[in-house]
């Protein structure tokens, strides 16, 4: 059954330290889990069923533009990535839409969360009367209320249908399918767990097994791995044993690795864990497997707008290009959670916590 819960464990989850805001979660419980990014970087179990106002319930969190220059001031106590010109943020206990200038533009009264919006649409979430659960739905830029709130958990759309979870009696999470934008099922609920179309596949799950449909809701690759990520830049990422390989999407594996714990690709680059001799490390590999980016960062995300966030041995925040070089250097100022997305970079802006700051000021004045 499921409850209500404080917005203070709402959203930990779209990531890890090396996932984009793409919400490409990797959800495995794999026997070897010290070795996975999710254990690595200290983050929660995945669950691929919330991300949108992103962060954790620290902040403030402020934007910042590829320079590092602060555009938005610090004041939320979440913030979400850019998508269409607008950011959802959570302001005064209040979930808002800001524009890049930091100007409220839309507040959807109706609901106590909400989320990025993908080809005019986000999902919204709507508590029941009595506070035992929630229902989803979706909104328009207006705020409007364009599919009423009965869903267990919806997703963004993608070029038309959207992931959704059924309720199973009232409180209980039922099967999923995939809804088109008046909320009608287009792909019937069956799955046990679905996610957003990437590309022409989507990843779905089917007992504790991962398979992936087409828009059809054809099977296209049947439910066998324990462990498999969406498909980004036409490779997903699987296990084969104990190391990390990359498979096409005709099912075929295309590319064989030696790490235990790796991304997906994004811009050209997948992040990978490495044991070194000063412990384990985060770097990069290119397509052919070859290391793009010599493992040097404590903690690092993937790229997004051809920057990626990094962590350096002294606990410090930067960003990177595409040849490990720092483009924003490392800072005390702010910092950058694994555990969201908040951090990539969006529409040319990116959401980072300024508690760092605020705690050394508060120090100085003792």
Request: hydrophobic share 35%; proline share 4%; glycine share 12%.
């Amino acid at each position: 059954m499921r409850k209500a819960v404080l917005l203070t464990g709402l959203l930990p989850l779209i990531a890890l330290a090396l996932l984009s805001c793409n919400g490409n979660v990797d959800d495995s419980t794999k026997k070897d889990s010290g070795w996975s990014f999710r254990e690595y970087t200290k983050t929660a179990p995945g669950d691929i069923k919330r991300g949108g106002v992103v962060g954790l319930d620290t902040g403030p969190y402020g934007y910042i533009d590829k320079t590092g220059a602060v555009v938005i001031p610090p004041q939320f106590v979440r913030a979400g990535r850019f998508s269409e010109g607008l950011a959802a943020v959570i302001v005064h206990g209040k979930c808002v839409y800001i524009d890049k200038s930091g100007k409220t533009v839309l507040v959807p009264d109706r609901y106590y969360m909400a989320y990025h919006f993908s080809e005019g649409l986000a999902a919204a979430e709507e508590l029941t009367v009595d506070g035992g659960g929630w229902y989803f739905g979706y909104i328009d830029k207006t705020g409007k209320t364009v599919i009423e709130p009965k869903f267990y958990w919806a997703g963004p759309f993608s070029e038309g249908l959207a992931p959704a979870t059924e309720y199973k009696e009232k409180t209980d999470e039922g099967k999923s399918g995939y809804i088109d934008k008046k909320g009608n099922w287009v792909i019937k609920p069956q799955y046990d767990r679905a996610s957003s179309f990437f590309g022409e596949f989507a990843r779905i799950k089917i007992g504790e097994k991962y398979g992936f449909i087409d828009r059809n809701g054809k099977m296209v690759i049947e439910p066998k791995y324990e462990s498999a990520l969406n498909f980004s830049e036409g490779l997903a990422k699987i296990y084969i044993g104990e190391t990390c390989a990359y498979m096409g999407t005709s099912g075929e594996v295309v590319l064989h690795t030696k790490y235990r714990a790796a991304d997906s690709f994004y811009e050209g680059l997948a992040g990978v864990v490495v044991d070194t001799e000063s412990g384990l490390k985060l770097g990069y590999i290119d397509k052919t497997g070859k290391v793009a980016i010599a493992p040097d960062f404590d903690l690092a995300l993937s790229f997004s707008e051809g920057l990626a966030a990094a962590k350096d041995s002294d606990g410090k925040w930067g960003y990177i290009n595409k040849k490990g070089k720092w483009v924003i250097k490392p800072t005390g100022d702010w910092t950058v959670h694994p555990e969201s997305d908040a951090g990539n970079f969006s529409e040319g802006l990116a959401a980072v916590d300024f508690t760092p700051k605020l705690l050394s000021e508060k120090n100085k004045d003792k």
